[in-house]
């Protein structure tokens, strides 16, 4: 497939037109309309009502049109309506839409646990069991490494996000507000440091040996025996918790002491997999292979369904032990197995070639603002980070008002993670409506204090 055939040709000269004071009067009532019935856990962090989208960008209700480089959070891989997942999802959904592929057999289940195991970041034989949510397959990651290993504990690190059902929240460390009020969580759960690496102007963190250090003298040491350890959870790139990438040398410590004690080394990819960093994991970066890796967000450009893949030898429970009634539902399989077709055919190779230029781009427009802590990432996953949250917050709504769309993450940082088929010419797009927003966020408004560092 040639990256031109993608809905990035075609919106390839959309720049953001915003008409409307932002929100809209369509938004507006709809929004109204929310607060009255939706959960008041939900966090919106500008106030969009998307319409429609294609390719990487956005229509709301009221005509203005935002380039997505939010891609619903790193989920939008092959950009909105991909023709061709499209496609594959009306095609399906005309044959069958559900029939329970944990009780019964479906050829769309099958296809996608043999591309998934055919693409697992480590060698030897694998397996795959499809769920319906990045959440879901955390939770059936713990519970197949504590099957298997007769082991109680998992250990995860600081500032991770695994999810929110009790089992992935008992991992979660990233805000305390995902926590506050939910307890008692899953026991027997420890958290050691990760190491937060700043490269850029301040230049602090080292290559996560006094991280490992902690974890072996403190958590192995003295909190939990490493023979109560069923798995250490870790996210190469920590996803929620800031877009900060492990060090190399972190991952192959990591996997040194699973060996050592015969713990699991889980991969936590829902965010940093399907080809966002440039290649299908980012744990190939690093040159280590896990034991179990969980997957979902990209996995289907935006069909709700998630995997987690592990080593063969693994899969000692019985019929029964697990299962879910969705979970690989055909119309998502099929989204999934064409979604894998466009990251195969380029758009993985896109990721790798695009991602630099967002980085250099987002280091040259960083520095010609104060109060910029950090520029980091891994191919289409890069962030910024201000001094603040209230720095982040303004530019992030400073951009939405000039037509950008990014999302918070972390303490204080913005990711930028758009879909896979953007373009030289979307970035570029994108580099000048962020310069525009730092600088739009540096001035105080009338009668308030100036934000920033």
Not at 118 to 138: H, K, M, Q, W, Y
Not at 158 to 182: D, V
Not at 371 to 396: C, K, P, T, Y
Request: glycine share 12%; charged share 20%.
């Amino acid at each position: 497939m040639s990256i031109e055939t993608t809905p990035a040709a075609a919106a390839r000269n959309s720049a953001p037109r915003i008409q409307t004071e932002l929100p809209g009067p369509r938004a507006r009532a709809m929004i109204a309309r929310d607060e009255a019935v939706a959960s008041p856990s939900l966090t919106r962090a500008y106030p969009l009502v998307a319409e429609s989208g294609s390719g990487f960008t956005v229509t709301d209700v009221d005509g203005n049109v935002f380039l997505d480089f939010a891609a619903g959070i790193a989920v939008a891989s092959t950009g909105h309506s991909h023709p061709a997942v499209v496609q594959a999802i009306k095609d399906q959904a005309d044959r069958l839409i559900h029939i329970a592929a944990t009780d019964f057999y479906e050829p769309r289940y099958l296809e996608l646990l043999e591309r998934l195991a055919a693409i697992a970041p480590f060698d030897g034989e694998a397996r795959v069991f499809l769920t319906n949510s990045g959440t879901e397959a955390v939770e059936g990651a713990i519970k197949l490494a504590r099957y298997h290993t007769h082991r109680p504990g998992i250990i995860a690190f600081e500032g991770g996000f695994h999810g929110r059902t009790l089992g992935a929240l008992s991992l979660t460390n990233s805000k305390i507000k995902q926590r506050a009020g939910f307890g008692p969580l899953l026991p027997m759960v420890h958290h050691a440091p990760f190491p937060r690496i700043r490269a850029w102007r301040e230049g602090s963190g080292g290559d996560g040996s006094a991280e490992l250090d902690v974890l072996r003298r403190t958590i192995l040491g003295r909190i939990i025996a490493p023979s109560d350890v069923a798995a250490i959870v870790v996210e190469p790139v920590q996803g929620e918790g800031g877009y900060f990438p492990a060090p190399d040398a972190f991952i192959a410590g990591l996997r040194e002491t699973c060996d050592q004690h015969g713990i699991l080394l889980i991969a936590d990819e829902i965010q940093s997999g399907m080809g966002r960093t440039g290649r299908w994991w980012a744990m190939e970066h690093t040159g280590v292979q896990p034991d179990i890796v969980t997957t979902a967000k990209g996995i289907a450009s935006g069909m709700p369904i998630g995997a987690f893949i592990a080593r063969e030898s693994l899969w000692t429970w019985p019929a029964g032990a697990h299962g879910s009634t969705f979970a690989g539902n055909p119309v998502c399989a099929a989204a999934a197995l064409a979604t894998l077709d466009l990251l195969e055919g380029g758009l993985i190779d896109n990721a790798a070639r695009v991602g630099p230029r967002l980085r250099a781009g987002l280091g040259a427009t960083a520095g010609r603002h104060d109060g910029v802590r950090d520029v980091r990432g891994i191919g289409l996953m890069q962030a910024v980070e201000f001094a603040s949250h209230e720095a982040a917050n303004a530019v992030q709504q400073a951009a939405f008002e000039r037509g950008l769309l990014v999302l918070e993450c972390g303490e204080a940082s913005l990711r930028l993670s758009p879909p896979l088929i953007v373009d030289d010419a979307a970035v570029d797009t994108a580099l000048t409506i962020f310069d525009e927003a730092l600088a739009a966020a540096r001035r105080p408004t009338p009668g308030m204090q100036e934000v920033g560092g």
